[in-house]
């Protein structure tokens, strides 16, 4: 399995990676590429530190939500399968410059009678989970985990 070494020059502070195979993990380091004064010395550098995966996904997610579905802000409680507070972007000066204003009313009250329906009846998740509970829709996972072949 290949690694990857940073090597540093002592005269000259160049810097170099070089990618080792498993046969050459005991090499002596490089000579210097710049000043060809001596061999380099391994250089360390430490891991680098992310956040927990909890914290990427929420990242993801705020970023998906924000160009995709033009959400200005999220504020959770942070339990799980409480309701986030949304806010929406005011999208109605990013109309295109040919747009007419009878269109550009037409798309406005759109937008608003939008935003009414998901005030008043959540969003499609909110809608699916209750067609769950109510037993108007099946619950296709359950149904595949009664149909599938246990292995122990």
Same mark, same amino acid.
């Given at each position: 399995m290949p690694i990857v070494r940073t090597y540093g020059c002592p005269d000259c502070n160049h810097m170099i990676e070089v990618v080792l195979s498993s046969d050459q993990w005991d090499c002596e380091p490089p000579e210097c590429p710049a000043c060809r004064a001596r061999q380099m010395q391994q250089e360390f550098k430490p891991p680098a530190i992310t956040g927990s995966p909890r914290s990427r996904a929420a990242a993801i997610a705020e970023d998906i939500a924000a160009n995709d579905y033009h959400v200005a802000d999220i504020q959770t409680d942070g339990k799980e399968?409480? /309701?986030? =507070?949304?806010?929406?972007?005011?999208?109605?000066?990013?109309?295109?410059?040919?747009?007419? @204003? %009878?269109?550009?009313?037409?798309?406005?009250?759109?937008?608003?009678?939008?935003?009414?329906? /998901?005030? =008043?009846?959540?969003?499609?998740?909110?809608?699916?989970?209750?067609?769950?509970?109510?037993? @108007? %829709?099946?619950?296709?996972?359950?149904?595949?985990?009664?149909?599938?072949?246990r292995i122990w």
């Amino acid at each position: 399995m290949p690694i990857v070494r940073t090597y540093g020059c002592p005269d000259c502070n160049h810097m170099i990676e070089v990618v080792l195979s498993s046969d050459q993990w005991d090499c002596e380091p490089p000579e210097c590429p710049a000043c060809r004064a001596r061999q380099m010395q391994q250089e360390f550098k430490p891991p680098a530190i992310t956040g927990s995966p909890r914290s990427r996904a929420a990242a993801i997610a705020e970023d998906i939500a924000a160009n995709d579905y033009h959400v200005a802000d999220i504020q959770t409680d942070g339990k799980e399968g409480s /309701r986030a =507070k949304v806010r929406y972007k005011d999208q109605t000066n990013m109309l295109p410059s040919g747009f007419s @204003a %009878q269109a550009a009313q037409m798309l406005e009250s759109a937008i608003a009678i939008g935003r009414d329906t /998901r005030l =008043k009846h959540g969003n499609g998740l909110d809608v699916l989970q209750a067609n769950l509970k109510s037993g @108007a %829709q099946p619950d296709l996972i359950e149904q595949s985990k009664k149909r599938a072949i246990r292995i122990w």
